[in-house]
Nanobody, 116 residues
Framework: QVQLVESGGGLVQPGGSLRLSCAVSKSILSINFMGWYRQAPGKERDLVATITGIRGSTSYGDSVKGRFTISRDIDKNTVFLQMNSLKPEDTDVYYC?????????WGRGTQVTVSS
């Protein structure tokens, strides 16, 4: 079993920034896939960003490219999502996900609300 705990969500004004963190209960050196997703009530869960492999290759959803940055701290077993230039449409619950072996593990999510 792998436990994930997200933090860093909250209320921010349009144009502001937030940094989400996802603490992983095992060494992320052995985890090939880590990502952030988001979901609004009644909608499908959408990919936000991923970081994979030893080199930490990254990819982003089209709606967040140039504004969001995914990164990881191997020593702290934590993956981050830096979100800049936030827009009201970024309001969602953000979930951390890691792929370990044949399984995926998810955190409980953290609410991000962008509003003036």
């Amino acid at each position: 079993q792998v436990q994930l705990v997200e933090s860093g969500g909250g209320l921010v004004q349009p144009g502001g920034s937030l940094r989400l963190s996802c603490a992983v209960s095992k060494s992320i050196l052995s985890i090939n896939f880590m990502g952030w997703y988001r979901q609004a009530p009644g909608k499908e869960r959408d990919l936000v960003a991923t970081i994979t492999g030893i080199r930490g290759s990254t990819s982003y959803g089209d709606s967040v490219k140039g504004r969001f940055t995914i990164s990881r701290d191997i020593d702290k077993n934590t993956v981050f999502l830096q979100m800049n230039s936030l827009k009201p449409e970024d309001t969602d619950v953000y979930y951390c996900c890691v792929g370990v072996g044949a399984g995926d593990y998810w955190g409980r999510g953290t609410q991000v609300t962008v509003s003036s």
